[in-house]
C-alpha cells in the first residue's frame, strides 16, 4: 500500500511523532515512519530514501531536538529538492534552526504544543490531503455550467522521459478528443451531475444542447460496448462492474467508468469521480467503487459518512476481509462508529482477527460486548495474550467478565499477565465467598516475600473460616510482613492453642518479632500454664517483663520457691525488682527469712520488697532471723529496715541484742524508744551504761529519758552522777535518774 506522508523527527522525539502518525492513519493517511517501516535487514540509509520518495509529502516533527539533529536536516533537505511540500507540526514552542530554516520558512506551520496534541491535528490532515490531490493531478473544481468533466488523471510529463514534443502534443489532443466526447454523453445524460443548488435561471437562457434521452441512450450503448469489448482487469472484483449487486444507477455509471482500472490508476480516477458519488451509499456500493485501488483506507474514510448509522455485520466483515495487520486496525478504526452497539465475544473476534494493535482494537469495542462473557469466551478474547497486553486486555473487559468463577478460571484467565495482583484483587469478588484451602495455595501459589503478602492481603476475606495452625503457617511461609499476617489470621485459629501449636506459631523468632509474635497470639494461649512453659513461649523475647506481666495470669495461683525462683532466673538490679514485683501475688504464702533473701538477692528497691515480703515471713522472728534481714546495712538502710521488720522481731530482746539490732543505724534514739518495750522491765547498772554508751550533751539527755522507766532502783548519788554524765539540762537529768530510782 503507497503510503502518503513522510514523518521526520528527531529519536526523542518518538513519543510524539509515534502519536502523529497513528492519529494520520486512523484518519485514513498512511505514513512512513522510522524505524517502524524500515525494513530489517536492510540499509537503514536506503530505506530512508526509499520512503522519501515513495510520499508525495513530508511532516516535519519540530521541536528542540529536531533543531540539532543532523539527520532530520538530511532528510527535509532530501525531501525539498525532490519537490515534495514540508508540514511543519511544532511540538514545542521553538523557531526552526538556521539549517531547517532555509527550507520549511515559506510553510505554513502547525503549533501543537498546547496538549492535546490530536486536536491540533485535523487541520494538518485536510493540508495533507489538498496537497496530495494537487500532487496527483485530481481536479478540485468540475465545470457545470458548461458540462465538461475531466476524466483522465494527469500523467506525469512526457518531457521527463525524452519524448519529443511533437508526439507528446499529438497524444494528448488525440486524448482529450476522447474524453471530451465520453464526458458530453455523460453529463449531457445528467446522470452523473454533481449536487449543486436549484438553478433559477429561466430555462430559456441555458444554452442548446443535444436532446437528453438521445445522450442517454448513447451513453448506455456507448459504456455497454466499452464494458463488453474491454475485459476487466485481473483480480477486479466482479462487484466493480454493472452486473454485479443491486447498484444504483449513479453507481452503476461510476462503476463503467472505473470498470478495469485497479491500483493507483483507479485510485486517481475515483479521486477526479469524487464529486459524483451519491451522498448515500451502501457497503456493498462503496466497495464495488473502490475495487482494488490504492490507498484504499483513504478512501473508506472519504464514504464512511455516506454509509448508514449502523452496517451490519455481514457488511463489515466484506470491508474487513481482504484486511491484516496495520490495515485492519486503521479500517476498524474508521468503520467503529458504524458498526452493531452489541457483539458477542464471537462476533468481536471475528471484526478484530489479526490486527495490529490487538488490544487497543479490543479496548476500542469491549464495551460492546453482551454482559457477561461466558468463560470459554473470555478465554478466546484473552488468547495469545501475555504480559502488559493481556493485563490491558482483562481491563478493558472487566464489566464483562464472568460473573462467578473458580479458582482455576480466575488464575487461567490471569495467566501470565502483567500486575497479577491487581488483577487478583479484581477477580476476587467473582470467586466463591469461602475459598478452599487447596484454592487458597493455588492463589498464592510459589509467590515469596512482598508478593506473597499482598496477595495474602488481596484474599483475606476469602480465606476458609477456620484454619489449623499448620494451615496459617502454610499459607503465610515466607511472606513479608509475618506478623501483621498473624495478626490477621489469628481469628481464624482455634479459640484455645495448645502448647506445641503455640511454639510452631513464635517458632525460631527472638527479640523484637518474638515479642510482637507473642502479643499477637496472646488471647489464644492455653489457659493454663506452667512456669516452664511461659518460660519456654518468652524465651529470648524483648521485654521480657512485659510478658512475665501478661502471662502471670495463666500460672498457678501459688508459685513453689523453685518455680519463683525459676522466673526470676539471673535478674538483678531494676530488673529483677521488676520481675519480684509481677510475680509478687504468685510467691509462695509462707516464707522462711533465706528463702525471702534468696528471692530479693541483689535486688534493686530491696527495702520495698521487704516491706512487700515482711507478711509472708514468720510472725515472730528469731534473732538470727532479723540479723539476717538486718544484714550489714547501716545508717539510713539499717533504720529502714528495722522499721520494715519491727512488728516481726522477737517479743523479748536482751540489752544486748537490742544494741546489736540498732548497731550504727541513723536515728538511734527513735529505735531506742521502738525497742524498750522489749527490753527486760529492770536494767541492771550495766545494761544501763551500755545503752547510754558514750552519747552526750542533748542525745545523753534524751537517751535517759528513753530509758528512765527502766533504771535500777536504790540508785547511789554516785551511780546517778555516773548515768547523769555531761548529759545537758543535768539537774533535770539528776531528777530524772533519782525520781525514777526511788519507785
Known sequence: MRRTAFISHASQDADAARQICEYLEREGVPCWIAPRDVTPGREYGAEIIEGLLECPVLVLVLSENANKSIYVKREIERGVSAGKPVFPIRIREVTPSRSLELFVASSHWIDAWQPPLHQHLD???????????????????????????????????????????????????????????????????????????????????????????????????????????????????????????????????????????????????ITNLSNFVPAHLTVPEALAIIGDSANRTTLLSSYIARFPPVISLEDAHAILEPTSGADRYRTLGIIQKHLPKTLTAEQLLGIIGDSANRRTALEMFANRLSSPLSFEETRAILASTS????????????????????????????????????????????????????????????????????????????????????????????SHGRLDLLSLLIKRLPQRLSMDDAMALIGTSSGVERYRTIIAIEKSLPQSLSTEQALTIIGDSHGRLDLLSLLIKRLPQRLSMDDAMALIGTSSGVERYRTIIAIEKSLPQ?????????????????????????????????????????GTSSGVERYRTIIAIEKSLPQSLSTKQALMIIGDSHARLDLLSLLIKRLPQRLSMGEALALIGTSSGVERYRTIQVIASRLPPGLTAEETLEIVGDSSNRDQAINLVQQQAAR
Not at 147 to 169: Q, Y
Not at 590 to 619: E, M, N, V
Open 123 to 269: 487541520r494538518l490532515i485536510r493540508s495533507i490531503k489538498s496537497a496530495v490531490s494537487a500532487v496527483d493531478g485530481t481536479s478540485e473544481g468540475l465545470g457545470v455550467g458548461d458540462r465538461t468533466m475531466t476524466v483522465a488523471m494527469r500523467r506525469p510529463s512526457p518531457f521527463r522521459t525524452g519524448r519529443k514534443p511533437i508526439a507528446v502534443l499529438s497524444a494528448l489532443i488525440g486524448l482529450g478528443l476522447v474524453v471530451a466526447g465520453a464526458g458530453w454523453w455523460l453529463i449531457g445524460a445528467g446522470e452523473l451531475q454533481p449536487p449543486r443548488p436549484q438553478e433559477t435561471a429561466p430555462e430559456a437562457s441555458a444554452p442548446e444542447r443535444p436532446n437528453t434521452q438521445d445522450a442517454v441512450d448513447g451513453a448506455s450503448a456507448k459504456a455497454e460496448k466499452i464494458q463488453t469489448e474491454r475485459p476487466a482487469a485481473p483480480g477486479t472484483p466482479e462487484s466493480q462492474t454493472t452486473k454485479g449487486g443491486d447498484h444504483s444507477e449513479e453507481v452503476k455509471k461510476l462503476l463503467t467508468l472505473l470498470n478495469g482500472r485497479s491500483g493507483n490508476e483507479r485510485y486517481r480516477s
Open 590 to 630: 509462707s516464707l522462711s527469712t533465706k528463702q525471702a533473701l534468696t528471692i530479693i538477692g541483689d535486688s534493686h528497691g530491696r527495702l520495698d520488697l521487704l516491706s512487700l515480703l515482711i507478711k509472708r515471713l514468720p510472725q515472730r522472728l528469731s534473732m538470727d532471723d532479723a540479723m539476717a534481714l538486718i
Open 387 to 478: 504480559g502488559v497486553e493481556r493485563y490491558r486486555a482483562i481491563l478493558a473487559i472487566k464489566n464483562t467478565l464472568p460473573e462467578n468463577l473458580s479458582t482455576e478460571q480466575a488464575l487461567t484467565i490471569i495467566g501470565d499477565s502483567h500486575g497479577r495482583l491487581d488483577l487478583l484483587s479484581l477477580l476476587i469478588k467473582r470467586l466463591p465467598q469461602r475459598l478452599s484451602m487447596d484454592d487458597a495455595m493455588a492463589l498464592i501459589g510459589t509467590s515469596s516475600g512482598v508478593e506473597r503478602y499482598r496477595t495474602i492481603i488481596a484474599i483475606e476475606k476469602s480465606l476458609p473460616q477456620s484454619l489449623s495452625t499448620k494451615q496459617a503457617l502454610t499459607i503465610i511461609g515466607d
